[in-house]
Structure formats: C-alpha cells, structure tokens
C-alpha cells in the first residue's frame, strides 16, 4: 500500500485516508475472523459469565527495552481480566494519534500489539481511530477494552481477604517502571534492564482452583504498595511486608537509590500480587515457581489484625517504615 | 469532597489523589449498581448474544451548544450499538486527562456523561483515568466501549442492500458539525443552532422488525457522503442522493455557502441513515416521522445497478453531481 510517511489529520476525517490507514495498517496486522472493520458493533461468543475492564495506555517513549505501547495495551487489559479469575477473549482498540506521528512507527507498535494479541489468544474485534492536531496529543494514545469469560470457580475480591492470610507477589517488583524511566534518557543513565511488560495469565490460571486463593491484582501504577494500601484501606486490616524478602533487581535498586525512589511504589506491568489463605501460599508459590514467568516469586509478607489499617514495611534491620500511601507522581506516563 | 481546583498529574498516579478524584467524581455521578471502582473486571449480565463497540472521542470545544464531550462519548457508543440492531447495557469509561484542566469542567463533563448514560438506559460499569502532562493532550479525551444485545430479529449488514432499496435519513445533517465549528469561533460567526447530539435508539428499535430493513449507520465523521461511498464501495452498486428532499437545516446551510463546505460530509450526532426495501421505504418513514426524533425523516435516495459504483447527487436543478470519497478533513476534533 502506498502509505505517507506521517499520519496527518486527513488520516482521521472517515474518509480515503483514514480507510487506507485502517486497511492498511491496523486490520492488515489485527486480521482474525472476529474482526469487521466495517460493522457499528460485532457478535461476541460467550460460553460463560462475561466480565468486562478497559485502561488506557499513554506511556513515553512509545518503545522502551522490553515492550512498546502497543504490547502493554493488549497486556494491561488481558492482565486485568486474568487477576478477576478470568480468561481473555475479546478486546476493542481505541487509538488516538498525533498529526505528525511516523507512520512506520504506527506500524510497527500496531505490529507489536498484533503479536502480543495471538500470544495472549485474544481477538480485537472492534476498533476506532481519532487522529489530533499537533500538540493536542503525546504521539499515540491506545486504550483497550476488554471482555473475558469467568473461570474462577470460587469468587476472588478484595472482601474475601481475612488476618492471617499470606500475600505473594509473582517476581521482582519495578522493572518497568525503572525501565521506562532509563528509556527517557532525562537522566543519561542507562540501564540493562527491560521492562516486565507481559501477559500474567499463566500466572493467575494456575491460581484458580486453589479453594484458598483470596485476591489477585497486577501492581502497575503506584506498584506494590499502592496495592497494599487498597487492601489495607478496603479490609481495614493492616499489611505487613518483608523488605528482605521482597524481589527488586539489582538495577532497579540501583537506580532507586540514585534518585531517591521506592521501588514498592514504582510500576510493574507484568507482576501479579495474590493473597492467599496461609495453609495454602506454600503451593501457591510452588506453583508459580515452576512457571517461567514465576521463578522469583516469593511469599513477601502478611494480612494482620493485630495493628492499625496500615502499611508496614518490616525492614531488613529489623525496624519499621510505614510506607504512605502514594502523593506525588514519581513518574508520569509510565503506563 | 475537598477537590484541587486543576487536575494535576498527581491526580493520574494510583494513588490518594487519583482516588479521591475517582471516588469523588466519576463514582459519584456514575454510580450504579454495576460499577466496582475497585475491581479489575466487572461482571456484565449478558441475556442474548453480546454486541460490542468502541469509540474515541476528541471534541473541541469540549463543550458546544446542545451537547459537550460527555454526553457525546455515550450518546456515540450507544449509536454505534442501536445501529447495529443492539440494545445498549453497559459501557466502559476510559479518560485521558491533561494535567491543568479545571476540576469544574470535569465534574461538569462526567455529570453530563452520566445524566446521557441514564437516559440512554447504560450502565457505566468499567472505568480508567490516565493525567498526561500539560501539552500532551487537548484538554480531555473520553474512551468509551459498549456492550449490548443483539435484538434485530433479522439480520442487518451492507451485504444485505440490494439494486432498488431505498435509502432514509432520520433528520437535517450537518448540524453538529457546524455546531462545533462555531462554537470555536475560529470564524467569528454566530449562531442558533444545536448540535443534534442524542441517543437513535428509539430511531433504530422502531425499524428492527421490518422484514425489509437492510442496514443502518450513523452519519459521524464524513457524514451522510461517506457513508453513501461506504455502500458503494462494498456492495458494488451506485448510490444516487436526491438534493431537493435531503434535510438540512438553514443556518447549516448557510455556514457552508458562505465556507465552501459541503453539509453531505458534515457530522451529525444523532441522525441514522437506512436502508429498506423499496415496498417498506414508507411503513419505515411513517414510523420515524411519528417520533419526536424523526419528525424531519425523509426518503433520500436509492441504490442503483445502472450505472457506476458511485455516489451521485441529483441537484435541485436537475443535474448530477459526483460526490467524491473525502480526503481533506474539512473539521478536525470534530468527534
């Protein structure tokens, strides 16, 4: 096809440019038997109870070592299914585009979400182009929604979590948000490290039929302890967790270090915490270790009734640090 | 609720400041009995096959007379489902926010989405709030996606259009176009006019069951002439538009002489074009013209198997015009 080599506002009128521009590239790369890019609305096959999320995706850079924008829109939405004890099935892509925005790199991160979409064994059926002017956008915007179907056979939420229960997280904790940060070159540091940006589905299935399990959710923005604080804030029990224990890479701690951030507050996009009944954390985490995307998952720390409604840091020194919840944006358009 | 006067990009972070603005208002003017602000997935009460849709929206100016971006990003997600032959249920919310918009304006703009939301009969059940820096956005984009159920009892699609059906509208075209031109006041024109922004439920139920109904869409982006070009195109056939009966209204009229712009190819917000069978083009009319929406219906046209797959307008004067696929964006940001 013969495309321009930049997306202009012609590309998002509803009219030959914006045709060539779906054709082209988004249902040339997104091509599955649900897809219509001709339809209003699409049929959706459901053998099951639906459930249903949407996020959207603004990060900067659109690439960045380990994933792009592309990849985390499909990966965001498909992990927010998988923590509800669903599996993915359909999504809908909303892109909004930056007049000016190169229309190879359009290409390629829709590429790159195409692939993470087969990878994910998810359909985009339904999608929607808006192309803005110059400066009213941060070069590309992808939002998704997504529908999947229930296959957690006992109910998961915050409101089943009780004192006591044990609280896991899946591997080592910032990755992403460290790696997005190094991305941006503000601070001429680089780093060999690449984003966790990937689908925890494995993850979370393996979960499912533990009689035990309470909760599960994906720590992206405000990481770790922002997802603490939502159970401790949602249960009014107290959360306590064990630095020493807790997985950071050495980079990332590194570069915490340097400029002052805390890694239990920084995005992981790719991680999954679950809270689970003490009697079963032990084969949850067996579980998870035996999975590729699970070998560093450790069992970091406790529900507890004992203290205020509070996060607690146990420190490796033996002290304590509570860990507020989160104010300042460390680092916008991180996801 | 003790609310920041601007958003700032604390209020994107995860944290205590995106939670109060989540808490204070989205959930409070979206409030349902579907919508866990907590959860990462919602469970949809799904009685037939599911129909799912989604749009971006990008207006400027956020607000306009006779509607504003919130009332908008449901009324355009609902349209696109009751086109299809669906009832609307749920909606997911996705919002883009740049850092510096007043908090008025926003919980104005929620307010409006949710008042449309309910008269619409959906429910916002999914939802997402991203803050990009000052200079990456225009202000506010809203992303929704809808689920509804399928209740065309037979089948609708651009497949099904046949030589001889007549083509409808449902009211004057261009009124929301010109409406969001002027109200830029890039032009120094004023004007009385309403965007026609409105659900076309009540237009789309009360054709489900004519045997003879073939397809319907809603004339955004492009209007009326792309999605003439759009049945062309895909049916092979010619589509002749008849000038003296297509509705538009005065001042819309006027704008464009006085602009050169062309109302065929204008946004309407709230208009359905359809087509039906020739024998039940009038049991359809009749049907619009007794709603309170469909009062200025009209019998516009006809597709065509004599002469070329193109749009051809019949002038008031007798002549013919082609009406060219659209590539220059007359109006930018318009939905």
Not at 236 to 260: K, Y
Request: charge should be negative; hydrophobic fraction near 45%; glycine fraction near 12%.
């Amino acid at each position: 096809m013969n495309q321009e080599r930049w997306i202009t506002l012609a590309h998002g009128n509803g009219g030959r440019f914006m045709r060539e521009l779906i054709d082209g590239i988004f249902a040339r790369h997104l091509a599955n038997p649900g897809l219509d890019v001709r339809a209003d609305a699409v049929a959706l096959e459901l053998d099951g109870e639906a459930l249903f999320t949407t996020d959207g995706f603004t990060v900067q850079p659109l690439e960045f070592p380990g994933g792009d924008i592309g990849m985390l829109a499909v990966h965001g939405t498909v992990n927010d299914l998988a923590v509800a004890g669903a599996i993915p099935r359909y999504l809908s892509l909303s892109a909004i585009i930056e007049e000016g925005l190169e229309t190879e790199l359009l290409e390629r991160l829709v590429a790159s979400l195409a692939a993470a979409a087969r990878e994910a064994e998810v359909q985009v059926v339904a999608g929607d182009t808006k192309v803005v002017p110059r400066g009213h956008g941060g070069g590309l915007y992808f939002i998704t929604s997504g529908v999947g179907i229930r296959a957690n056979p006992i109910p998961l939420g915050l409101d089943r979590i009780q004192a006591g229960d044990s609280i896991l997280v899946s591997g080592p904790v910032g990755d992403h948000g460290i790696c997005v940060l190094l991305a941006r070159e503000e601070f001429g540091l680089q780093g060999e490290l690449n984003s966790d940006c990937a689908s925890v589905l494995p993850l979370t299935r393996t979960l499912l039929d533990l009689p035990g399990l309470r909760f599960m959710r994906d720590p992206t923005r405000g990481g770790l302890a922002t997802v603490a604080h939502e159970i401790s804030q949602v249960t009014g029990l107290g959360v306590r967790l064990w630095e020493a224990v807790i997985p950071v890479h050495e980079p990332v701690r590194s570069v915490c270090d340097m400029l002052g951030y805390d890694p239990y507050y920084l995005a992981c996009e790719g991680r999954v915490v679950a809270v689970v009944a003490p009697e079963q954390a032990a084969e949850a985490l067996t579980r998870w270790q035996r999975l590729p995307q699970g070998h560093e998952a450790a069992i970091i720390g406790r529900i507890d009734a004992t203290g205020p409604a509070a996060v607690v840091l146990e420190t490796e020194l033996g002290g304590e640090r509570l860990l507020d919840e989160l104010e300042d944006d460390p680092l916008p358009r991180i996801c």
